[in-house]
């Protein structure tokens, strides 16, 4: 039996609500029935779990974690290297890689461990191009903002890392064929497309003129998400109230303290942390939003909607990757319009519920598993 090491920069067994822990867990569940697999990542000190195949090892304290994003920056490496490095995993993939017939890396920021002198197969699974976002998030903060400034940085050491990722691993990974064809053509045999992917496809929704409620799903420590949030907030809401009174904009992800606090104000606002299960919340939405400016690949929280069978509403940045089966728009004026429209017709609404269920088929893990599966033939 050929023998994995699973290389994660984040715990897939943590219980996270967020999109690339729960791929990466549904990876390894599937590698683990047909080969030897082990994942190495690093883990929180008051998280204890039982896996045989886990290799886990303690997040590096704050004052290492400063300086390995020193290291990384002098080393012209983006930041995010050295806040996921540390010695112990290095170390480890460094004198037992070759006990291994693949390597299996989990995003781009694991792709630092890849060992010099591995005389086996290297897989990426990547996702998406990530400088990309980095270069949007840094054109949407505002001149006066710090952070701007670092996501150019980071924009620019992550477009050079991925360059030198097509270069040396065996396989990569990406969602997105409008992103693949932006990769240079030499290197375009190594990529391979595999979709998101959702558990099931099952019809959670209904059609009701008195249903108000506006359903956003997603992490908010991502920038894109609470830019994308507090934005509806500050300028969609309050004219979208005047037309329905009774509107609710209801948030599900995880969420930092002041961030609830500051979004909590605003009456028509309802935030709910992260849920597991999303029946409940689906029925009792109209709809479900993508409103993200900053936007690259395809997101995973268009299918969940799209999944359950709600019509949803994306930026056109978004729905580039959906066609015809959401509802697209540019400016905040065909965004409230739309949103006006869903809610008191009926037929719309219930065609585009037709449209998310008999999108997202195509992506049911049964379907998009087989893919990994054919990735590890070579």
């Known amino acids: ?40 990542c690093l883990k929180k000190n008051n998280l204890n779990i039982k896996e045989k195949s886990l290799i886990a090892f303690k997040h590096p304290n704050i004052f290492l974690k400063f300086v390995y994003c020193i290291i990384s920056i002098l080393k012209l490496e983006p930041i995010q290297f050295g806040l996921f490095f540390s010695n112990k995993v290095k170390n480890f993939i460094d004198n037992n890689a070759n006990n291994y017939d693949y390597l299996f890396f989990s995003q781009v920021r694991s792709s630092q461990y890849l060992p010099k002198n591995y005389y086996g197969k290297t897989i990426l699974d990547m996702g998406d191009l990530y400088s990309d976002n980095y270069y949007q998030s840094f ?98 809401l309050p004219k979208l109230k005047l037309k329905i009174p009774d509107i609710k904009f209801t948030i599900i992800g995880n969420i930092n303290y002041l961030d609830r606090i500051f979004l909590s104000k605003n009456e028509s606002v309802e935030i709910l942390g992260p849920k597991k299960n999303l029946k409940k919340f689906i029925r009792n939405a109209y709809c479900g939003l993508a409103n993200l400016s900053i936007a690259t690949g395809v997101q995973s929280k268009v299918l969940t909607y799209m999944s359950n069978g709600l019509p949803v509403i994306c930026h056109s940045k978004v729905a580039v990757n959906f066609g015809n089966n959401v509802l697209s728009y540019r400016q905040d004026k065909d965004l409230i319009q739309k949103l006006i429209l869903l809610k008191s017709k009926k037929k719309l609404s219930q065609k585009y519920s037709k449209m998310s269920i008999q999108f997202s088929k195509k992506f049911v893990w049964k379907k998009i598993s087989l893919k990994y599966l054919e990735l590890l033939n070579f």
């Open 139 to 236: 054109k949407n903060l505002s001149f006066f903002n710090p952070m701007k400034y670092v996501y150019f940085f980071e924009s620019l050491l992550v477009k050079k890392s991925e360059r030198k990722i097509f270069k040396n691993f065996d396989r990569i990974t990406l969602f997105s064929k409008k992103e693949i064809e932006k990769i240079d053509k030499k290197y375009k045999k190594k990529i391979y497309k595999i979709d998101l992917s959702v558990e099931k496809v099952v019809s959670n929704f209904s059609y009701s003129l008195k249903k108000s409620k506006i359903l956003f799903i997603g992490n908010l420590g991502y920038l894109p998400n609470i830019i994308a949030c507090k934005y509806f907030i500050r300028k969609i």
């Open 1 to 40: 039996m050929k023998k994995i090491l699973f290389i994660s920069p984040r715990n897939p067994y943590s219980g996270r609500y967020s999109g690339d822990i729960i791929r990466s867990l549904k990876i390894i569940n599937l590698l683990k029935k047909k080969y030897h697999l082990d994942v190495i």
